[in-house]
């Protein structure tokens, strides 16, 4: 055998090498094409069964109420039920663990609020971390809470005259909460280090029990927001001294502000919010930010805003992300001024 053999065989095999070698390559293009379409594809079947919009409290309060108005909407508009699932507990804290760790593929989403961006800080550990585990979807609306007291247990006509109660009773005044690291606790660590006051936190599951208590008196005051005792202000049951936004509400003309009241530096009011889990295909989340907007802008949505003192709000993914960063950050120099912390 000659030298043009032994060439001939080898540019043979080379060629036949190199032939394999590429069409290894153009499948594993194939492939890589494949999955990079699967989010794509996720959206145009998405959804294709019923979804479970998870709320952090008990029935009745407003993250409740507000998560059954958009549940009843959604479905209409993605043509799937919206099952609204409460698991309450530990200042919202549990709903939120749950759909942390819920699978990515949009069937599972989180009725978020303010109370999040707080219990971030106050809690020692917990079992996710709510910026990196939870995706923004879209706000839904913001509600101020406001500083409520029933008048047949506590007979104050305005802040001063609660302050002045407050420091009159030999063990202070018991305020409720929805919760350790919710926005009312915070109120009212305030509240209490603004005027000098004695105040005893009793915290609840959620704004239904601690609503009952106030009607019964078994705490002196809340710092609740307004969905919820808004129909027991109307109706002269609870009073309301005022509320802990920078701006009056539209819903309350004549109830002044905690800064108008003498108290100043309160700006805070709980907003609410969809989430899905981390890792949720973007297609699927563009359109649900897209689905939620509309309805958020819709005259029959509002309508229902309206009637629970709550006003709308409406930001991009983006923009609602900033939000929850920027008041995280905001939300933790507090926590640390007051030193609230849960083991």
Request: glycine share 10%; hydrophobic share 45%; with cysteine.
């Amino acid at each position: 055998m000659h030298a043009g053999y032994f060439f001939t065989r080898f540019t043979r095999c080379f060629a036949r090498g190199s032939r394999r070698r590429m069409r290894g390559a153009a499948l594993l293009a194939a492939g890589f094409a494949a999955a990079a379409s699967l989010p794509a594809a996720a959206a145009e079947t998405w959804p294709s069964h019923a979804l479970t919009l998870v709320v952090p409290f008990p029935t009745g309060g407003t993250t409740d109420v507000l998560a059954r108005a958009l549940g009843d909407q959604l479905s209409r508009s993605l043509g799937q039920p919206v099952i609204v699932e409460n698991r309450p507990g530990a200042g919202a804290t549990i709903g939120a663990d749950y759909v942390a760790k819920a699978k990515p593929d949009g069937y599972v989403l989180l009725m978020g609020a303010v109370h999040h961006t707080i219990a971030t800080s106050v809690y020692k550990s917990l079992g996710y971390d709510f910026q990196k585990d939870l995706a923004p979807i879209a706000p839904i609306a913001m509600v101020p809470n406001v500083l409520t007291i029933n008048p047949a247990y506590t007979p104050a006509r305005n802040v001063a005259e609660l302050v002045a109660l407050a420091k009159k009773s030999p063990n202070g005044l018991a305020y409720g909460s929805n919760g350790f690291g919710t926005a009312q606790h915070l109120i009212g660590t305030q509240f209490q280090a603004a005027t000098g006051a004695t105040l005893l936190h009793v915290p609840y599951k959620g704004s239904g029990p601690l609503t009952t208590d106030l009607l019964g008196g078994q705490v002196a005051m809340s710092f609740d927001t307004m969905t919820t005792v808004l129909p027991q202000i109307k109706a002269g049951k609870l009073r309301a001294l005022a509320v802990t936004t920078a701006q009056r509400s539209k819903a309350l003309p004549d109830v002044p502000t905690l800064a108008e009241a003498g108290l100043k530096g309160f700006d805070i009011g709980t907003w609410f919010g969809v989430f899905a889990p981390a890792g949720t295909p973007r297609p699927v989340l563009d359109k649900l930010s897209a689905q939620v907007a509309q309805i958020t802008a819709s005259p029959e949505f509002r309508q229902k805003l309206d009637a629970a003192g709550a006003e709308p709000m409406s930001a991009t993914p983006t923009e609602f992300a900033a939000r929850i960063d920027a008041e995280t950050k905001k939300f933790a120099q507090l926590v640390k001024d007051h030193n609230l912390k849960v083991e």
